[in-house]
């Protein structure tokens, strides 16, 4: 029985002439509309955006908050049987024989950079010691916060955030793509992902839409990690300057100003353009290559002064820990706490006390102790055994409240980033097998990831066991954690020289992520060309700085982080429903594929 070829007829117009003469006018446009709406909004009404934008995220998270955490688990189930199928791992995203076009070295450093860079230098000491003192076992009241016994949860849930799911959920978009373009010959854009399933109808209005989701997604996913990043670049500005100007004073510890976020946002942003304009063979490919090895001396240092034994065992024993609750991890969803249920399971010397109890028993980002010492009058009177009752009746919001606002977060963090990161990675990628792919992809960067969040997390979590930082390393802003803990671990001349270096290798990875995300857009615009216009990077490029710049701005007197973090959730909601599509459609296809290959193969025995 003979197979129908695939559907590789796609046809994208683009426009013949003019400014946006090689991009798709629909695509180019309604993202730009959306893109301008949200900057004006943001600029002209900053509070209502802020109030609106915090307020559809959470309603959001309240009836997907399980949809997020269950299609990450399965990306990565699915990833791991393709990668262990000999029929389907051992498939080469090329022509016969085509070799890979950069070096392993090459390829893992931009791979690395473009995947998690910021967010390494960002959150290697700030995930560690923040899950430390709040996780879900804390929450449980099982261990108390910020002790040697909440140290394996704290651990497990850092590797779960920044391990084998996070690189999972690049991995599902990049080998979409890169499988399409490299064996079928179609173009590196989102809707090619969709062919098996969707045939013709790609090509028309549904198509637009898919490849708008995707763009919008990475201008929000980037834009995240692009704020954080200058939040960290100001901290370390400040600790090598002291110029007070771009800080914020007021508060317990000093934190970026809004005017040393947008300053050097502008910085930052201007030097992402010029690297997006030279294209990822030279920019990209040599900033990469700096990342890479200023990350190896930062981690070094770490190794010599830090606490490396300690972070050793640490690793063996969360690795372990991670990969024996990995499936809990991967499915177990929680939602939001029916409005009847807590009062209902409170014990009947508790009930009438049920609104003053309410707060403290459902907090998530609180304790067993925390929750005990906020007590007054009559609660506070209520006996051991009750309030123990009472807290577990409000544990069920709890772990949904923390699950939501920090797992889920990151979640829609990274699809949000992995149309980028994806793309990226299909780019770099020809010629290596759909294995190679996976486990270069998956699991090989996790396990550096464990490495960096152990050494330096773990020196972090280190001195404040031991009583050395005293609580200074705790109470410190997340963006300046690192040189807090920095401060703690050396002193003198080396100090001030690490301290340059560290502000000078989250430059380079703020860059190398800015422009590897224009590079990426104009893909998406000129349906997957992999050569666009000079002028169309820097209209993205101001593009974006002017969404992060609006979003900073319209946080008011929150935090400046929140409207970006709220964009992005929402903006990434659509295309996780995108990417589930995308699982299907590469499972009919390698399928399908398969078949071919069998019919091929009978089609050339010779008769007997």
Known sequence: MSIKPPFTELHIPKAPSGFYEG??????????????????????????????LGSLNWRLLEGFNSFYIIIVGMFLFFLAIVAILPSTGKRVMGLPGEKPEFSNFSWFSMMFGAGLGVGLMVFATAEPLG???????????????????????????????????AWAIYVMTGLSLAYYAYTRDMPLTIRSALTPLFGKYVNGFFGHIVDVLGVVATILGVS???????????????????????????????????????????????????????????????????????????????????????????????????????????????????AGDFAANLPEAAAPLADTLKGGATNAWGSYGGFVSGLEGDAAALPENVLREVYA??????????????????????????????????????????????????????????????????????????????????????????????????????????????????????????????????????????????????????????????????AGENNPMDALKNAMIIGALPFTA??????????????RDGLRDKHADAQAEPAE
Not at 286 to 293: A, E, G, I, T
């Open 224 to 338: 995240v990690t692009i704020g954080f990043g200058v939040s960290q670049f100001i901290d370390g500005l400040y600790a090598i300057t002291g110029m007070e100007w771009m800080m914020d004073m007021s508060g317990d510890a000093p934190a970026p100003a809004k005017v040393g976020l947008v300053t050097g946002l502008v910085c930052i942003m201007g030097l992402s353009i010029i690297s997006a304009v030279s294209g990822v063979g030279r920019g990209v490919k040599y900033l990469s290559n700096l990342n890479l090895v200023l990350s190896l001396i930062l981690l070094l240092t770490f190794i010599v002064f830090g606490s490396f034994f300690f972070a050793m065992s640490t690793y063996g024993a969360a690795l372990v820990d991670y990969l024996l609750h990995i499936v809990q991890l991967s499915f177990g969803a929680y939602g939001p706490q029916p």
């Open 578 to 591: 995108v990417m589930g599509l995308m699982m299907v459609s590469l499972t009919k296809a390698l399928y």
């Open 393 to 554: 009746a409000g544990e069920p919001a709890r772990q949904f409240g923390w699950q939501a606002g920090w797992t889920t977060f990151y979640w829609a963090w990274w699809i949000a980033f992995s149309p980028f990161v994806g793309l990226f990675l299909a780019r770099i990628s020809k010629g290596r097998s759909v294995r190679e792919f996976i486990i270069g992809c998956v699991f090989a960067p996790a396990l550096v990831c464990f490495a960096w969040m152990t050494i330096l997390g773990g020196t972090a979590i280190d001195l404040e066991l031991s009583g050395a930082a005293e609580g200074a390393i705790i109470g410190a802003s997340n963006t300046s954690k690192l040189f807090v803990t920095l401060g703690e671990m050396i002193s003198g001349p080396f100090l001030s020289i690490i301290t340059v270096m560290c502000v000078v290798l989250i430059l380079t990875f703020l860059v190398t992520s800015a422009d590897s995300g224009i590079l990426v857009m104009n893909t998406i615009m000129s349906g997957g060309e992999q050569e666009t216009g000079i002028k169309h990077r820097i209209v993205w490029g101001v593009v974006l700085t002017a969404v992060i710049g609006t979003l900073l701005l319209a």
């Open 23 to 52: 991009n798709s006018l629909p695509i180019a446009l309604i993202s730009k509309g959306i893109m301008v709406a949200l900057v004006i909004w943001a600029l002209v009404f900053p509070a209502n955006a802020n109030s609106t």
């Open 131 to 165: 899950l430390w003192g709040s996780n879900p076992v804390i929450l449980t009241g099982d261990v108390a916060p910020n002790t040697a016994e909440s140290l394996q949860s704290g651990y497990r849930y850092t590797f779960l955030h920044y391990g084998f799911h």
